[in-house]
């Protein structure tokens, strides 16, 4: 049980943020959060190569950059993940994508086994190990157990994934405890991470604190952070499932009541209740915290707060742009722009940009060295090769299809320079639709004399390929449906290493001036398409004229580093987790 102390007493309001700052780093924490009283955060996904952890997208790659963060802040920060034992491998081969089920050792990334917590499920007790990796002052807390599967395997309603969420609420909350650790703040990834609020809830009501003042103090600690946009695409389970799953774990009668309350028609979404319990929520761009369209049970709009995705820069950033980002006072030693940045760019000149992205490219050529492309060839970029990029996930509404719509067109735009079209991206598990676009695009190209060589498609898409692209291209497609995209962070990955942003005006891209970039606003997609290849045509001729060039990556930074920076997102989510 937590003590009568923290019960009763809310989290002290930081007067200041700069003395919060001042106190940060002279390592004096205030009282809101401590080593013992973690910021925590909570997430299904996490995106970690480094600590052995595979994610699946956006969601993934963010968590593992809030942490990465907060370690360089010195903020004491624990993440809670489940840690899956096997992970899936696309391969290309022969016109044909295939899975591999990769295990995965926990103890060669670091991790080191802390005891075992159960859960019930069904009658039954689960057994879940604790592995923990601990760093500065972050930490990683995983659970898992031989049997426990694979991000997001079955479908989304399905039995095994309740029993992924119910063992990373439950089982971390014991976990939390188990290690002495009382979370001052609960950050919930999405709402796969609900349970950890819940058992929270139920700790504090089955231990004597009344029930009213049990949802109060979780709802006054739970941030709940959105990244979709439409509550009714989300799937819903069924009482029957939580009378297995969930209810067996619940040891507050009233807690017990309160869910049940919660079904409508026998059915829940985890949305519903996830914004029951916490009270403070947000969006992770300004456009989707507009445009993000829920309810909670009395059917009341739920109003989110921004707090536009960062990114870890030391993580996305080739470490000699780094350097010349501090050197030049551009970037603080936290990664966040200095007063008077802006300026700071003006000692971008062209020359610098080639000679930074020269040594980029040499990281991307060694990147492929063992990526063939659908034609099995392992690709070299000599310096002067002009490459576009498109590396995202494969799904509909980032329309990976869009740029083959006229192929005359394309191969016009690409021929004149010799230049290369690269895509990289995992298609879902199981998604045909997706999968079939995939194949068109690859048919159509393989018809034509020129683009049969200078389309490239990349599989098993991972951060490594992100990495070598963002470093090593010249030109970045982002063109998601605008409304669809919540925030989206590899556009980031390309401004930061001096990439041309070519975007439609949605996600994180939005918060900036629609004159920062080439953008792509049209009134239709006929439209967009046209100032799509438009857009193309000046990014290569902007390329290759220096003063263009200059001035073309100073607006770009001017306008998107404070986005960009992973250290402006952690001091917006503690300006409003602990407002002044
Ligand atoms: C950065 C990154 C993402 C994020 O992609 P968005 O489409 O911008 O959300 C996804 N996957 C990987 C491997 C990444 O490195």
Request: include cysteine.
């Amino acid at each position: 049980m937590e003590d009568a102390e923290y019960f009763y007493h809310p989290l002290e309001n930081i007067e200041d943020t700069e003395l919060f700052y001042e106190a940060v780093e002279r390592n004096h924490l205030t009282k809101s959060i401590s080593p013992e009283r973690p910021y925590t955060y909570w997430t299904i996904e996490l995106y970690d190569q480094k600590n052995g952890i595979r994610g699946g997208g956006g969601l993934g790659v963010l968590a593992a950059d809030t942490r990465r963060v907060a370690e360089k802040m010195g903020i004491p920060f624990t993440l809670i993940t489940p840690f899956y034992p096997s992970e899936i491998k696309q391969i290309y081969e022969n016109g044909e994508i295939s899975e591999q089920h990769i295990p995965v050792d926990y103890s060669k990334y670091g991790f080191k086994y802390c005891d075992k917590v159960n859960i019930k499920c069904h009658k039954d007790l689960c057994s879940l190990d604790v592995i923990e990796k601990r760093f500065k002052n972050t930490r990683i807390i995983c659970i898992t157990e031989p049997n426990f599967g694979e991000l997001y395997s079955g479908l989304s309603g399905s039995d095994h994934r309740l029993y992924q969420e119910v063992s990373l609420g439950f089982g971390g909350y014991a976990a939390l405890k188990l290690l002495g650790l009382k979370p001052a703040i609960m950050q919930l990834n999405e709402v796969a991470t609900f349970f950890a609020a819940l058992a929270r809830l139920d700790e504090l009501a089955s231990n004597g604190m009344d029930f009213y003042e049990a949802v109060v103090y979780t709802r006054k600690h739970t941030l709940y952070t959105n990244h979709t946009l439409v509550q009714a695409a989300e799937a819903e389970f069924s009482r029957e499932q939580f009378d297995r799953f969930v209810f067996p774990n619940l040891r507050s009668p009233a807690v017990r009541k309160w869910l049940s309350d919660k079904f409508t028609h026998d059915r829940i979404k985890l949305s519903s209740v996830t914004i029951e319990i916490a009270e403070l929520r947000s969006g992770v761009s300004k456009l989707h915290t507009r445009v993000a369209n829920y309810h909670d049970i009395a059917g009341n709009r739920v109003k989110f707060k921004p707090v536009t995705n960062g990114i870890d820069m030391d993580t996305w950033v080739l470490p000699e742009i780094m350097n010349f980002y501090r050197e030049n006072e551009i970037l603080d030693t936290i990664n966040a722009p200095t007063n008077d940045y802006a300026e700071k760019l003006d000692s971008f000149t062209a020359e610098t940009i080639k000679s930074l992205k020269t040594l980029g490219r040499e990281i991307l050529n060694k990147t492929l060295e063992n990526r063939p492309d659908q034609n099995g060839k392992i690709l070299k970029f000599t310096d002067n090769d002009f490459i576009f990029d498109f590396k995202r996930r494969f799904v509909d509404y980032k329309r990976p299809e869009l740029p083959f719509s006229d192929l005359n067109r394309l191969r016009n735009i690409l021929e004149p320079r010799g230049a290369h079209y690269i895509i990289a991206g995992r298609v879902h598990p199981g998604d045909d639709t997706m999968y079939k676009k995939l194949q068109n695009i690859l048919k159509l190209i393989k018809n034509d004399d020129y683009l049969c060589d200078h389309v490239h498609y990349l599989a098993d898409y991972d951060e490594k390929l992100a990495y070598g692209l963002s470093v090593g291209s010249n030109v970045a497609i982002n063109v998601p449906i605008v409304g669809y995209e919540a925030c989206g962070t590899s556009w980031m990955k390309d401004i930061a290493n001096l990439n041309l942003l070519i975007s439609t005006h949605d996600g994180g891209v939005a918060d900036g001036p629609m004159s920062a970039y080439f953008c792509v606003n049209g009134a239709s997609e006929e439209d967009e398409l046209n100032i799509l290849y438009q857009q193309m045509e000046d990014a290569i001729s902007t390329w290759d004229n220096d003063f263009d060039l200059e001035f073309v990556i100073r607006r770009q930074l001017s306008a998107f580093l404070p986005i960009i920076s992973g250290a402006r997102m952690m001091k917006d989510y503690l300006d409003f987790l602990f407002p002044k």
